[in-house]
């Protein structure tokens, strides 16, 4: 059984879809006017895992992820560069599919655009306009959070301090502090679309009300997003959408994963600490940010350190030493693959690892991946132990427990979105990527690689001792076995 936490309740639930066997999960996208960010795959990773997770325990999840294409940052991104605010989304939405691409991040069933679903937005804020939870004024249309009995409950705010340290922007009609656009009237410049109300563009909040409504039903299982949109996208969401079709509508279950932080600040724009991507792509393999980033809990803060170095370049200590357990765990994987294939007769399906029950009951509790990872990590020092020391155990019982590590560490990182590359080709990309930071010629190791081997054949042991040396001095490690030397970038 399945437990998650959830936000507006604010306790772990034993999770029981709607519908028997099927799963409607909503989670909030991008807004598309600039590059990803890490803050961004915080939570698009940790919402991949879930949804892996939740389909390997066999359920058929309908997964819904929007694009916000129309927005004031857009607007103003446009603006500032001269050019219209759809070539602006259309060029962020691109590049955000390539990012996430990069990161393992799976397509979502349904990726609805805000600009697709204009039509969907007026049906709601009409049925609000019928329950007198909304109002136009003067080409805008605003929410009346008074008139709605439950405002605060996912947040836990309470209206009445909401209302006093809310603010009036100059130009809008609002009635109280607390309303909020569902509808803004056209101004010169800027998209614009027909409406029962005049001209104009959809509110932020309205949009995921609309596209949640339409791809997933009044009811549906899992609201998803970031903990920074608790309050108040969020909440304005669950006002319209409960408002609109009734107080049991909208998501059964509310879950927000934590912020990433640097030096306990959160990571944004407006604190000059983002790290793109594409910036982190560009020094490290991809996969190291995702298991970074499931290596904490998906509801508690990352910390991702960005250090200034003498030399003015920037590095990542997290993130360097995430890659290190990277190649470890898949230095594991090359070398059962290497013993599986000296068998001469392969083990036929042998049972499960013991690493299989309690990875599943991590997962099951909450989506625990930081726990998942310990024993990931724990079931590797296992399977070196064995391949390390013949007489840890009968060959043939040695053989059956590294082919079952081995098969069930690969299934479980397709739900975790790791460890499904060859090996040997992972490490050599990661040897390569360490010589070319460390200005290392791969020529210059292979010939000294050569050198000491002659020098071995020639029983020159001094001078073979000597080279190793040499290179264990440049954090070159030279790995002997019956099939010849390899060397890897410590």
Same mark, same amino acid.
């Given at each position: 059984?399945?437990?998650?936490?959830?936000?507006?309740?604010?306790?772990?639930?034993?999770?029981?879809?709607?519908?028997?066997?099927?799963?409607?999960?909503?989670?909030?996208?991008?807004?598309?006017?600039?590059?990803?960010?890490?803050?961004? &795959?915080?939570?698009?990773?940790?919402?991949?895992?879930?949804?892996?997770?939740?389909?390997?325990?066999?359920?058929d999840v309908r997964f819904v992820r929007n694009i916000t294409d129309v927005d004031d940052k857009i607007i103003r991104r446009g603006q500032m560069e001269g050019r219209d605010s759809t070539e602006v989304a259309r060029e962020y939405a691109d590049a955000m599919a390539r990012d996430l691409a990069a990161l393992g991040v799976a397509t979502p069933d349904d990726e609805p655009r805000a600009t697709e679903n204009i039509?969907?937005?007026? *049906?709601?804020? +009409?049925?609000?306009?019928?329950?007198?939870?909304?109002?136009?004024?003067? *080409?805008?249309?605003?929410?009346?959070?008074?008139?709605?009995?439950?405002?605060?409950?996912? +947040?836990?705010?309470?209206?009445?301090?909401?209302?006093?340290?809310?603010?009036?922007?100059? *130009?809008?009609?609002?009635? +109280?502090?607390?309303?909020?656009?569902?509808?803004?009237?056209?101004?010169?410049?800027e998209p614009m679309w027909p409406s029962p109300w005049g001209p104009g563009r959809p509110g932020w909040h309205i949009e995921c009300s609309a596209m949640a409504h339409r791809f997933l039903g009044e009811r549906f299982d899992i609201h998803g997003g970031g903990a920074d949109l608790i309050f108040p996208h969020h909440e304005n969401e669950l006002a319209q959408s409960c408002g609109a079709f009734g107080e049991d509508s909208f998501a059964q279950h509310w879950m927000h994963s934590g912020m990433v932080n640097f030096g306990g600040e959160k990571m944004s724009k407006s604190l000059g600490n983002v790290v793109s991507i594409a910036r982190v792509c560009s020094t490290h393999d991809p996969e190291t940010l995702r298991l970074l980033l499931?290596?904490?809990?998906?509801?508690?803060?990352?910390?991702?350190?960005?250090?200034?170095?003498?030399?003015?370049?920037?590095?990542?200590?997290?993130?360097?030493?995430?890659?290190?357990?990277?190649?470890?765990?898949?230095?594991?994987?090359?070398?059962?693959?290497?013993?599986?294939?000296?068998?001469?007769?392969?083990?036929?399906?042998?049972?499960?690892?013991?690493?299989?029950?309690?990875?599943r009951a991590a997962m099951d509790d909450d989506f625990n991946t930081a726990a998942a990872i310990g024993h990931l990590y724990d079931t590797f020092v296992q399977?070196?132990?064995?391949?390390?020391?013949?007489?840890? &155990?009968?060959?043939?019982?040695?053989?059956?427990r590294l082919i079952a590590i081995a098969r069930d560490v690969r299934a479980a990182g397709a739900t975790l979105g790791i460890l499904q590359r060859d090996p040997q080709a992972f490490l050599v990309q990661r040897r390569e990527r360490l010589c070319?930071?460390?200005?290392?010629?791969?020529?210059?190791?292979?010939?000294?690689?050569?050198?000491?081997?002659?020098?071995?054949?020639?029983?020159?042991f001094a001078r073979a001792d000597a080279i190793r040396d040499a290179l264990v001095e440049r954090s070159i490690e030279l790995m002997d076995s019956p099939t010849g030397t390899v060397w890897r970038v410590k």
């Open positions: 059984m399945i437990r998650l936490y959830d936000t507006r309740k604010k306790r772990k639930l034993e999770f029981t879809p709607l519908s028997a066997g099927k799963v409607g999960i909503y989670v909030c996208g991008v807004t598309v006017y600039d590059i990803c960010h890490v803050g961004h &795959a915080r939570t698009l990773v940790s919402f991949d895992v879930i949804v892996r997770h939740l389909r390997a325990s066999g359920f039509e969907a937005m007026h *049906g709601i804020i +009409s049925l609000l306009e019928k329950k007198n939870l909304a109002y136009a004024a003067a *080409g805008d249309v605003y929410y009346s959070v008074p008139n709605f009995q439950g405002y605060g409950q996912l +947040s836990g705010q309470n209206p009445d301090d909401l209302k006093a340290g809310a603010r009036v922007e100059i *130009g809008e009609q609002k009635r +109280s502090p607390m309303d909020f656009a569902l509808w803004k009237a056209a101004k010169p410049g499931i290596s904490v809990h998906y509801r508690s803060p990352a910390s991702f350190e960005i250090r200034k170095e003498d030399d003015g370049t920037t590095s990542f200590p997290d993130l360097d030493e995430q890659e290190a357990r990277l190649e470890y765990f898949y230095r594991t994987l090359d070398r059962i693959d290497a013993f599986a294939r000296t068998l001469k007769d392969q083990p036929a399906d042998p049972p499960p690892s013991g690493f299989t029950e309690a990875y399977a070196n132990t064995l391949l390390d020391d013949p007489k840890s &155990a009968p060959k043939p019982e040695r053989a059956a070319l930071q460390r200005k290392i010629d791969p020529a210059e190791i292979e010939q000294q690689i050569t050198d000491r081997l002659a020098a071995r054949r020639d029983k020159d």
